[in-house]
């Protein structure tokens, strides 16, 4: 089992940046993809941003050129920072992982952005 702790969300102002951590507890954290989903009031949840294990990344069309997801192996941490956000991008944000080999998924409690004047 591994679990994700989430942490960076806020209220922030239209224009404004946010980054988002997310540290996994399994020592193998290499070997995963991981990635950045976000449900908004009244919407499904959709992915954000993926990093594979390789460091290849996959933004949705509507964070390309704002975000950036990153990981740091080292540190078992992924982050997602938000640059130039929008009143759109409120949501809660979800971390999550998908071992690359077992295709085991886990998610992690998710963090609120508001984004607001």
């Known amino acids: 089992q591994v679990q994700l702790v989430e942490s960076g969300g806020g209220l922030v102002q239209p224009g404004g940046s946010l980054r988002l951590s997310c540290a996994a507890s399994?020592?193998?954290?290499?070997?995963?993809?991981m990635g950045w989903y976000r449900q908004g009031p009244g919407k499904q949840r959709e992915l954000v941003a993926l990093?594979?294990?390789?460091?290849?990344?996959n933004y949705a069309d509507s964070v390309k050129g704002r975000f950036t997801i990153s990981r740091d192996n080292a540190k078992k941490t992924v982050y997602l920072q938000m640059n130039s956000l929008k009143p759109e991008d409120t949501a809660v944000y979800y971390c999550?992982?998908?071992?690359?080999?077992?295709?085991?998924?886990?998610w992690g409690q998710g963090t609120q952005v508001t984004v607001s004047s």
């Open positions: 999550y992982a998908r071992d690359t080999y077992a295709k085991t998924e886990y």
């Open positions: 399994t020592s193998a954290f290499s070997i995963y993809t």
């Open positions: 990093i594979t294990n390789n460091g290849g990344t």
